[in-house]
């Protein structure tokens, strides 16, 4: 074995994302659980259980992502070795962690409450799972599967394929699982039969093993073509290879059965003496001491970073930093867009980031919103105006939005960097003079189109600004978070936090946080969606079914969402070339016709008959914005779900575009080398990078389930009748879906790459 | 154990499985012994399609040791002429006992394969490789259309054994 081979191999670990998050999460749910069985007293899960269950993830991850992934191809025995990981070893790991209970209690509270306890209590359920973990099930299961896997065929086919490779790891493990389960009886399985039965069990399990070990080990011929045509790594033949890996499959699982075999009937000689006792060390046991729960909901994960003030103000500016100098490289760098940092950072990076933020906690971008850097000092010099009542509401910026959307395609604001500093320098210069001119925060509350789109899409985030402990509250005369004090000013967009709910209108700036000086306000965990089908009056909102302004700024981003990637596909590309030339009068009118058309017309026509046919259905005799307003929440997700895809799209296609525009214009100022090329701009469909497409599709999904879900819990909310509420939910439903499937579409279709750096330039 | 343990057991199992990574290795699609090397080249996936795809090369000396200090580039050429250049790379490769090479081949059908080897010797390898049309971005999507689907009938279950209870 040479260096350069020991090298390639000790380099040769996978960190598979799909099976790291499967293993972690999992990791991590047992933890929880297992910590809050701890804290209730429980003795029956010391700290082996802990470790018994990690250690058989860490052996599942071993199989499947360390060298022996690597050697597996060119070694029987080496694959052999990934196998019995995955069936001798992992699974009796799992049962000893006796999982049931951690893996429950570790799950939140909502899930388990909604989700599993109906599946528990299903009655076929709970049979057909009884007969499938009945040990005579399991044996044949087990046995089928090694058999079947084992066949020529099927093995060369796992080798081939990396797909029905996975397969077979699955199924080694699924059907190990069930093999040790009736062995290893874990807490709280109580069996009906006598374990004596366990020793035939085991024994048959031998004999079958002990037949298919001889078979590879005394075979005369290479029964898998793969390894007869697989490099030589060791000098050994692939027959010598085939027989020691027939002895790896032997003398281990035998032994493991064996094992089991004297484990069994130790136990059961020793009758019921032995067992009373190991039971009986449970009962006698004094549930430990619980420390006390804190009151209220739980804390963010972001909580502790974010509820620190310097670490907010760090953020704020340091993108402030990042706005300068996209303002300094828009107007005075090449206005090449792939090159320029305000060609890629807004456009490509920021945006991607922003709704990733979004779903991963909330509207952070705000919470460090450059924009305001200067709010404070500008507050000194404040003339105290009030903002008029007439535009205190989300029209004036549903019309922003529409006019950015516009002028977005108008103007191709992605390949015009000048034009984007330009902009960039509006906000601030926009922003400076609301906080001169006017009171509270008006700008970010009735004007950015950034904070509407992010107040909008953060209903679905899975936190929130809350308070800890209601009860601080109602003992409160002070009302700091709202009012402010000498120190800081509370909040500004005028939301009570103790009555406060969901996202909306909310900065995340905390200033509520550091105003309320019982420290009774933080980032909490709100479950995702929840806010979407609650009515509840909320402060400086009031209810979402009342809001007419809110439904239409909903209404727009969500087809927004749509026309903003549709508008980069061939097929609507080629479209508006053909009218432009058959009209005649340029670009420009065919871009304004078609965003009044797809922003504004079709969706003010369309919400119009779906309030119609939803009042027609529930026999309901209102205005048909009646409906619209009750249902936008449950636009959301959808839409939510194709920026999701859409920006995605740019980010992965397009990542590498930030670090060359950097370069250059590193090179421009400090005179630095920089040598274009490497990058290569050929991903012009989702489907030119394996995983892009379908994960473009998951969050579509995701995004149409959610929706799903929130109409017709919003139906539901509002009709008490089974019948009247499906009737209702139905328009939407289909509308839902309609929708989805455009996405789908515009997804499918080759995209005219925009700002993305191309070889060559 | 509970029902809902096992179903949530099962479950973490099949996400464990899921990988959406093309990888390299695969099908050995053949072995020879050119100069001082022996060097065998594998695809991915099998069977081949257009679209993206994987070529892997292990290179070993007479004594069988892996070789890594060479250049290996592919040249593939289609049917109708097409010509793709492409440089293998220990970097772009998962298993680290290969070179491999990611590729974007635009069509279906028989593509000549030029391999060249510049080490300490240089070796050319010319073979043939077939692809079969590649799977419709709409297949794709009409297996991700399957999730809201299953979603959706788990939902319905949901609520009727609530009704139910």
Redesign the interface.
């Known amino acids: 074995?040479?260096a350069?081979?020991l090298?390639?191999?000790s380099?040769?670990w996978?960190f598979?994302p799909?099976?790291l998050?499967?293993?972690v999460?999992?990791g991590w749910i047992y933890f929880r659980g297992w910590r809050s069985l701890r804290q209730r007293g429980s003795s029956r899960f010391p700290p082996w259980r802990l470790g018994a269950f990690f250690a058989s993830l860490l052996t599942?991850f071993v199989a499947?992502q360390s060298p022996l992934?690597?050697?597996a191809?060119?070694s029987l025995q080496i694959h052999m070795v990934q196998h019995l990981l995955l069936m001798i070893v992992a699974p009796p790991l799992?049962w000893l962690a006796a999982?049931?209970?951690p893996?429950?209690i570790g799950?939140p509270k909502w899930l388990r409450d909604?989700?599993?306890?109906?599946?528990?209590?299903?009655r076929r359920?709970?049979l057909a799972?009884a007969w499938i973990?009945r040990p005579q099930v399991a044996w044949i299961a087990f046995t089928a599967t090694i058999w079947i896997w084992h066949a020529p065929y099927c093995y060369q086919l796992a080798l081939?394929?990396?797909?029905w490779h996975?397969?077979e790891?699955?199924m080694f493990?699924?059907a190990s699982?069930l093999f040790w389960?009736p062995v290893m009886q874990?807490f709280?399985?109580r069996t009906t039969y006598s374990r004596w039965l366990l020793v035939p069990y085991l024994f048959l399990a031998g004999v079958q093993g002990t037949i298919l070990s001889g078979i590879l080990t005394f075979s005369h011929r290479v029964l898998y073509p793969?390894y007869a045509?697989?490099?030589?790594?060791?000098?050994i033949t692939p027959l010598v290879d085939q027989s020691l890996a027939g002895a790896v499959m032997w003398i281990p699982t035998s032994l493991a059965y064996v094992i089991a075999l004297f484990w069994i009937v130790a136990e059961q000689m020793s009758s019921g003496k032995a067992i009373a006792k190991r039971d009986g060390k449970y009962r006698s046991v004094t549930p430990a001491h619980r420390s006390p729960q804190p009151l209220g909901p739980r804390p963010s994960i972001w909580a502790p970073l974010l509820e620190r003030r310097v670490v907010r103000l760090t953020l704020r500016w340091i993108m402030f930093t990042l706005a300068a100098l996209i303002i300094l490289d828009g107007l005075l760098g090449p206005q090449i867009s792939a090159l320029n940092l305000a060609g890629v950072a807004p456009w490509i990076h920021w945006r991607a980031i922003l709704v990733i933020s979004l779903i991963v906690g909330g509207n952070f971008f705000c919470a460090v919103c450059p924009f305001t850097v200067l709010r404070s000092v500008a507050k000194k010099f404040n003339l105290q105006y009030s903002f008029p009542k007439s535009l205190q509401n989300k029209w004036p910026s549903v019309a922003l939005l529409a006019l950015f959307f516009w002028a977005y395609e108008a103007f191709s604001l992605w390949d015009r960097p000048a034009w984007t500093a330009l902009i960039v320098i509006g906000f601030f210069a926009v922003a400076l003079l609301f906080d001169l001119l006017f009171v509270q925060a008006p700008f970010c509350k009735y004007v950015c189109p950034i904070g509407q789109f992010n107040f909008v899409q953060s209903l679905v985030s899975p936190s929130e600004v809350a308070v800890r402990s209601p009860d601080v509250c109602a003992g409160c005369r002070t009302r700091d978070c709202l009012a402010g004090n000498e120190q800081i000013a509370g909040c500004q967009l005028s939301l009570f936090v103790p009555k406060k709910q969901g996202n909306l209108d909310c900065t995340f700036c905390l200033d509520c946080a550091d105003a309320c000086p019982h420290q009774n306000i933080t980032l909490v965990q709100l479950r995702p969606g929840v806010d979407l089908v609650s009515d509840a009056a909320r402060s400086g909102v009031g209810r979402y079914s009342q809001r007419i302004d809110l439904a239409a700024l909903i209404v727009v981003l969500l087809f927004a969402a749509l026309l903003n990637a549709a508008w980069m596909t061939a097929p609507l590309v080629s479209l508006e070339e053909t009218l432009t030339a058959a009209i005649g009068w340029g670009r420009l009118p065919i871009v304004t016709g078609g965003m009044l058309l797809g922003l504004l017309a079709a969706p003010f026509f369309l919400m119009q008959l779906l309030g119609k046919a939803s009042l027609a259905m529930s026999a309901e005799t209102a205005d048909w914005r009646a409906p619209v307003m009750r249902f936008a929440p449950a636009l959301i997700p959808l839409g939510l779900g194709m920026w999701l895809a859409h920006y995605s799209f740019h980010l992965f296609t397009s990542a590498d575009s930030l670090l060359w525009a950097t370069q250059r214009m590193a090179n421009d100022h400090l005179a630095t080398n920089f040598l274009i090329g490497g990058g290569v701009c050929?991903c012009c469909?989702?489907?030119?990078?394996?995983?892009l497409?379908?994960?473009e599709?998951?969050f579509l999904?995701v995004g149409?389930?959610m929706s799903?879900?929130a109409a017709?819990r919003i139906a539901q909310r509002e009709q008490p009748i089974p019948q009247i509420v499906l009737r209702t939910f139905a328009p939407w439903a289909i509308f839902l879906v309609i929708f989805?499937v455009a996405c789908?579409w515009v997804?499918?279709q080759p995209m005219e790459m925009r700002g993305a750096y191309v070889a060559g330039l | 154990m509970s029902p809902a343990c096992k179903r949530w057991l099962s479950l973490a199992i099949c996400i464990a499985a899921a990988n959406v990574v093309l990888a390299d290795g695969g099908k050995v699609q053949l072995r020879r012994e050119i100069g001082p090397y022996q060097v065998t080249i594998f695809t991915s996936p099998t069977p081949l399609r257009a679209g993206p795809i994987d070529l892997s090369v292990m290179v070993q000396n007479s004594a069988r040791e892996i070789v890594q200090d060479v250049q290996i580039d592919f040249q593939l050429t289609s049917e109708s002429g097409e010509i793709l250049l492409q440089h293998a790379s220990q970097a772009t490769a998962t298993n680290k006992l290969l070179q491999s090479a990611k590729l974007m081949l635009p069509e279906s059908g028989v593509w000549q394969v030029h391999t060249t080897i510049v080490g300490e010797a240089s070796a050319d390898l010319d073979f043939e490789i077939s692809a079969a049309e590649a799977h419709s971005d709409w297949t794709t999507a009409g297996w991700m259309l399957l999730l809201p689907v299953a979603l959706v009938a788990l939902f319905v279950m949901r609520e009727r054994l609530v009704r139910e209870n």
């Open positions: 074995m040479n350069d081979f090298s390639a191999i380099s040769s996978q598979s799909s099976i998050f499967a293993l999460v999992s599942i499947l992934d690597a050697l191809p060119f799992v999982p049931e209970l893996l429950l799950l909604e989700w599993i306890r109906p599946f528990a209590r299903w359920l709970r799972l973990f081939e394929s990396n797909f996975r397969v790891h699955a493990l699924m699982l389960h874990p709280p399985l793969h045509a697989a490099p030589n790594l060791w000098n050929s469909t989702a489907g030119s990078i394996a995983w497409l379908p994960l599709l998951l999904d149409l389930c799903l879900w017709y989805f789908v997804l499918l």
